[in-house]
């Protein structure tokens, strides 16, 4: 009997039936083309389907007629494995382990991706400034940020008033992640890198004092604006 023949026996599966039987029998056909070492293409010409649909079916992005592949695919497996029918049973468990650590792989990522604080329960700087800053002396203090958070990056640097009294590292931010509108994950990670960077500053301050004689450094730049690289020292 024609693998052609065998397909119009699944033609009558409701679609949800089928995408079961598509999930199961696509998992076959990749393990099985992995072993013989086929190409799509190779089980594509074997079975009768069209490469592209193939494709499609493998993905589960098939729009048409699933039940009819489904009953073309399982003929060429069956074809392909000396006429020994498919255990179905066993399929069907394997199927349903993979969708079951799918299903708590895609769990996991969503729990990384919340939100680890509310970011309307913190306060934004305080305006006016109060005359409490006014009065002490503006110590600047250069801060990069390059923070890293669940596949997202954020790059920044600025430069602090270590006796800035209107802000907090918390309001600050919040402020960042509200205003170049960042996912609240780089919530934490700012804070502490701000933190970080403004205690290690302690230790050289006055800036005044920390260089005793003339000091020569040296001074890498490496600049590209569109086509043009400029490199120096």
Known sequence: MSSR?????????????????????AQEVEALRTRLGLRQVDVSKECGV???????????????????INGLMES??????????????NMQQNALATRMAEGMEQLQRQQLKRPIVL???YPLYKYP???????????????????DVDGYRYIDSFLLNKNETDYTFATLATSLIRDL???????????????TQMNNAHKYLP???????????????KLRLNDTILLDT
């Open 119 to 121: 970011m309307e329960h």
């Open 50 to 68: 069209n490469a592209s649909m193939l494709s499609q079916w493998m993905l589960g992005r098939y729009k048409g007629n699933i039940g009819r």
């Open 5 to 25: 023949a065998l397909g119009n026996d699944f033609a009558h599966l409701q679609q949800d039936n089928a995408e079961i039987e598509r999930s199961m029998l």
């Open 76 to 89: 060429w497996l069956v074809s392909r494995r000396g006429g020994k029918p498919l255990d179905k049973a």
């Open 207 to 221: 800036w005044a004092c920390t260089v005793k004689q003339e000091s020569l450094y040296r001074i890498y730049i």
């Open 181 to 195: 509108d960042l996912p609240d994950c780089f919530y934490a990670p700012i804070i502490e890198s701000i933190k």
């Open 129 to 147: 400034k109060t005359t409490q800053t006014s009065n002490k002396e503006c110590v600047l203090v250069p801060i990069r940020l390059d923070v």
